[in-house]
């Protein structure tokens, strides 16, 4: 026997069975892509055309690329009510989504229709994205700030409850087993062994939601639901590509600000 | 103080509140600032409740079925754009992404790669699709197709860059220890480790893109978003609550397939079991590549 393995390269291990699940995949990738893709019945994307046509899109971004300073003065207000709209949206519905995901998590919740029922509304509230809840708010109380703040809180409320049940979902179980040995109920054990192993990370997706807040506001004026994205399509509206420019620049810097800020505080708590 | 009468109030010392206590009073303060200085009236505030009952109860009861194929078209339009919009990050991202390891890549180009696709990444498809592509394909799905794959680039790379730079360095030296060339060397000891999390990160992708399609429309680049965006306008509540009924279940079932399939690559690996939270909050990742030690690095 142990000459034969010694024979040489007959002896190579088998290769594994390769699964029918990679070239299926493939062929779905290939299938999907083609239907989307061509001009009968998806998109017809034309990519000669598009190179073609290059240069009509250079007027405006040979504007956009230089800032119109001047402007920078007219642009505070916005830009404030902006932060301050982050911030209510982000303590509102970070508050709403603390409770919504203890019901979500199979470790705290009371019971499974409640978990269920909780994680359906959540789904819901997940599949739409921040700039409907903004159109669909702006429709209901009419154009401002208001309607950014509502459309934020559902948005926040969303991406909270579900990184949050996750996390919970993970949590050590012993404190839990050493709360219950000692006699507390649902709401204490939840608050004495649970609550505080999420608190950092609690508090790490809240400072996250704030930045997403900071950089949905760009879009979120565009349907007039306040902030700095009004003024930015008042002045799309009427083509001075060169305070676009300087708003864009201004949000940049100010995102990339907060999400340092951010990062900073996160890597204290995590 | 000697013996076992030792009280039992020597207790450790509770450690110190004071800094959480100043960051808890910062962020109060702050939450009055902007609760005071916000620009909203209270008795639209007041009104709030009434209003959305009323048009939640124009919206779906019942919402206006026949728009249901419109509405469902304009959806699929939507839904192409996210896929197209996908492949083509994919597809750009993944060289830019390799090039942006410090592992696989040298020190400045990766640096430099790393800022571009910062940038890119720091434009919204709105604003790509208005300043842009708008510009460029004229209204319609071209455009916002364009604009999501341009940002889908910047996310997906720097998530490709850091899922390359968390390899494992064994496969690498084992392949240069077999003589294989520096491309080779990417094919047998990079590309298999971390093509499963990359190929979920698409199709994870692909779930916001929905989102991001379904919105395109307000600015006249294609999808649902025109349609909810007219409704609206012309207060035609029923179409606009057929429209999003359409929205709300279409995200769902993709997510719910989207999830599946993604979970199944990566568990089905075999190699790593990826928590959850890497790939639902993706900007929360930080970069790993410390852990790579010098030797294995590639060209």
Redesign the interface.
């Known amino acids: 026997m142990t000459s034969a393995s010694l024979a040489g390269p007959a002896e190579r291990p088998q290769k594994p069975q390769g ?1 029918l ?1 990679v070239p299926a ?1 493939i062929a779905a990738f290939v299938l ?2 083609y ?3 061509s001009a009968e019945f ?5 990519l000669a ?2 190179l073609k ?2 240069d ?2 250079q ?3 040979a504007d ?1 690329i230089r800032p119109n300073f001047a402007f920078f003065e007219r642009t505070i207000p916005s830009m ?2 902006t ?3 982050a ?2 949206a982000t ?1 509102i519905g970070c508050s709403i989504a603390l409770p919504a995901s203890f019901l979500a998590s199979r470790v705290t919740s009371p019971n499974s229709l409640a978990l269920r029922m909780d994680r359906g509304v959540l ?2 509230i997940r ?3 921040d ?2 809840y903004g ?2 708010f ?5 154009i ?3 309607a950014g ?2 459309a934020l809180i559902f948005f926040n409320l969303g991406v909270i409850a ?2 949050l049940s ?2 919970i979902d ?1 949590v050590d179980m012993g404190p839990i087993e050493a709360a219950r040995a000692s006699g507390a109920d649902r709401v204490e054990t939840i608050r004495t062994a649970v609550y505080p192993q999420v608190l950092p990370n609690y508090v ?2 809240s400072l ?1 939601v704030f ?1 997403l807040n900071i ?1 949905a506001s ?2 979120l004026g ?2 007039g639901a ?1 902030g700095i994205g009004n003024l930015l399509n008042l002045q ?1 509206e009427f083509f001075y ?1 060169s305070n ?1 420019g300087l708003i ?1 620049l201004e949000l ?1 810097l100010l ?2 600000v907060i999400e340092l800020l951010s990062i900073s505080l ?1 890597r204290r708590l995590v | 103080m000697t013996g076992p009468a030792t009280p039992l109030s020597d207790r450790p010392e509770a450690p110190s509140r004071t800094k959480r206590n100043i960051a808890i009073f910062a962020a109060l303060a702050l939450l009055a600032w902007a609760l005071v200085s916000v620009d909203v009236e209270l008795d639209r505030l007041v009104a709030l409740p009434g209003r959305l009952a009323g048009m939640f109860g124009r919206m779906f009861l019942p919402p206006d079925w026949t728009y249901f194929g419109t509405a469902a078209e304009a959806m699929v339009d939507s839904i192409q754009m996210a896929w197209v919009g996908t492949v083509i990050g994919a597809i750009l991202s993944l060289p830019l992404g390799f090039f942006g390891a410090q592992n696989v890549s040298s020190g400045p180009v990766s640096n430099l790669v790393r800022l571009f696709l910062n940038a890119v990444r720091a434009f919204p498809e709105l604003v790509l699709a208005i300043v842009v592509f708008v510009p460029i394909a004229g209204l319609g799905p071209v455009a916002g197709t364009l604009a999501i794959g341009v940002h889908s680039v910047g996310t997906l790379g720097k998530l490709t860059a850091e899922a390359v730079e968390g390899i494992d360095s064994g496969p690498v030296e084992a392949a240069r220890a077999t003589g294989a060339r520096p491309l080779q060397v990417q094919r047998w000891g990079v590309i298999p480790q971390v093509l499963p999390e990359i190929v979920a990160f698409w199709l994870y992708r692909f779930e916001i893109n929905l989102r991001a399609a379904a919105v395109l429309g307000i600015v006249g680049a294609g999808g649902i978003g025109q349609i909810l965006s007219n409704t609206l306008s012309y207060r035609r509540f029923d179409k606009a609550g057929m429209a999003i009924v359409i929205i709300i279940v279409a995200t769902i079932l993709i997510d719910y397939v989207s999830g599946t399939v993604r979970r199944r690559i990566i568990e089905g690996s075999g190699a790593r079991r990826i928590q959850g939270d890497v790939l639902e909050q993706p900007e929360l990742v930080e970069a790993p590549g410390s852990g790579v030690s010098k030797g294995s690095t590639g060209t």
Do not use: C, H
């Open positions: 699964s699940l995949g999907i892509t239907w989307a893709l998806g998109i017809g994307l034309d055309a598009i046509d290059f009509r899109g007027i405006i971004l956009v404030l009510e932060i301050q709209m911030i209510i303590a789904n819901v599949a739409l994205p700039l409907l159109m669909i702006v429709a209901a109380v009419s401002g700030p208001l703040i509502l579900k990184l996750e996390t993970g790490a997706f996250y930045e950089r760009t879009v565009l349907v306040g799309i590509y676009v864009i940049f995102v990339f996160r």
